[in-house]
T-cell receptor
Framework: DAGVIQSPRHEVTEMGQEVTLRCKPI?????LFWYRQTMMRGLELLIY????????DSGMPEDRFSAKMPNASFSTLKIQPSEPRDSAVYFC???????????FGPGTRLLVL | GQQVMQIPQYQHVQEGEDFTTYCNSS?????IQWYKQRPGGHPVFLIQ?????EVKKQKRLTFQFGEAKKNSSLHITATQTTDVGTYFC??????????FGKGTSLLVTP
């Protein structure tokens, strides 16, 4: 298996632009997680899905952030409009079950100017 | 999930020295997972501890889960430069996603 796949790996955009991050979880994993990592706040859980259904989005910072999982093999995290404080590394992870090992993707390094 | 606190936040050692990071909680934890993140990389699962007083070893790494299941530790014997990175503990109670600590960043100089 190729592991969790994320794209793009790097993204540089200007404030106000829409940003879409993509994730392909490991096949057969029922759970998909989106995280944001910054020096100040560490690794924060934004939202997670079970069988394509959003279960907990309490970590989504504000309405500018949205996430979807249209099928078992694809998820997106969208920021619209983006702001400089959104600059961070965004990780997608997947697992078989809620409390089991999470497998992280390589991350998307986002810089909003 | 419950908040876990990790100490120290940073540790700088000379190659060959030992290193320990601690993960503490004010309440009982059902399990603890440990992850390692290399600089510029992503978190990678190391191990899971479930039982009270459990001790597991992976080569030079020793993981412990406290008797009261409120703390855990990761000890590295004779550090190497390949040990550089950030070590996270994470826990999850029933029905909740993993809750990650802030991590301990380890720097090893030759």
């Amino acid at each position: 298996d190729a592991g969790v796949i994320q794209s793009p790996r790097h993204e540089v955009t200007e404030m106000g632009q829409e940003v879409t991050l993509r994730c392909k979880p490991i096949s057969g994993h029922d759970y998909l997680f989106w995280y944001r990592q910054t020096m100040m706040r560490g690794l924060e859980l934004l939202i997670y899905f079970n069988n394509n259904v959003p279960i907990d989005d309490s970590g989504m910072p504000e309405d500018r952030f949205s996430a979807k999982m249209p099928n078992a093999s694809f998820s997106t995290l969208k920021i619209q409009p983006s702001e400089p404080r959104d600059s961070a590394v965004y990780f997608c992870a997947s697992s078989l079950r809620i409390r089991e090992t999470q497998y992280f993707g390589p991350g998307t390094r986002l810089l909003v100017l | 999930g419950q908040q876990v606190m990790q100490i120290p936040q940073y540790q700088h050692v000379q190659e060959g020295e030992d290193f320990t990071t601690y993960c503490n909680s004010s309440t009982t934890l059902s399990n603890i997972q440990w992850y390692k993140q290399r600089p510029g990389g992503h978190p990678v699962f190391l191990i899971q501890l479930v039982k009270s007083g459990e001790v597991k070893k992976q080569k030079r790494l020793t993981f412990q889960f406290g008797e009261a299941k409120k703390n855990s530790s990761l000890h590295i014997t004779a550090t190497q430069t390949t040990d550089v990175g950030t070590y996270f503990c994470a826990n999850s109670n029933s029905g909740y996603a993993l809750n990650f600590g802030k991590g301990t960043s380890l720097l090893v100089t030759p």
